[in-house]
């Protein structure tokens, strides 16, 4: 590395299906298990429903008292990504643990919300994952990567768009120029 030139370094926490799935059956498993002792069975929760009068108050209870809880657990819950850019490679780390190493000249294109919203896929030139990028609550680290990524491969944009959830959203492929 020459002197002076800095490694650029991006952090975020990843979603991870692996963990939260697993975790949210758990979770509202336990707290309707929780409910069903407490209130007496589901006829017993029914009519708790039912005396505490208004719609929109149980819904801001349920909201805070179950959902509240466990958007926190997920959040602590989900690893800890950094990126490290080199001049030759991109070191990518999760919880303070090298994962991978992936070399510039082995990526062929990325993909910026093709496979799901949000997402950016690296891949190399058979089209393979090398590794992809599913920020928590963080999609401006997206494009932080590709204007790193940018900085050591020449790219050229292709737009497009697909629906999600009834509406468009931008894709964008980036191929390595030849």
Do not use: W
């Amino acid at each position: 590395m020459e002197p002076g030139m800095q490694i650029k370094k991006i952090e975020f926490k990843q979603n991870d299906l692996k963990i939260g799935i697993p975790l949210a059956l758990i979770y509202f498993i336990t707290v309707f298990t929780i409910c069903y002792l407490v209130f007496g069975g589901i006829i017993g929760m029914a009519d708790a429903v039912n005396n505490f009068g208004s719609a929109k108050g149980i819904g801001l209870l349920v909201g805070l008292c179950f959902m509240a809880p466990f958007f926190v657990l997920l959040h602590f819950v989900m690893p800890r990504h950094t990126l490290e850019f080199h001049p030759d490679k991109i070191t990518v780390y999760k919880n303070r643990k090298e994962e991978t190493v992936i070399y510039y000249n082995n990526i062929a294109a990325m993909q910026l919300n093709v496979s799901r919203m949000n997402r950016l896929d690296i891949l190399d030139s058979q089209h393979n994952i090398l590794y992809y990028i599913l920020p928590q609550n963080k999609p401006q680290v997206l494009e932080a990567t590709i204007s790193e990524i940018s900085k050591y491969i020449d790219l050229e944009r292709q737009r497009g768009t697909k629906k999600y959830f009834g509406q468009n959203v931008d894709t964008i492929i980036y191929s390595r120029r030849r």
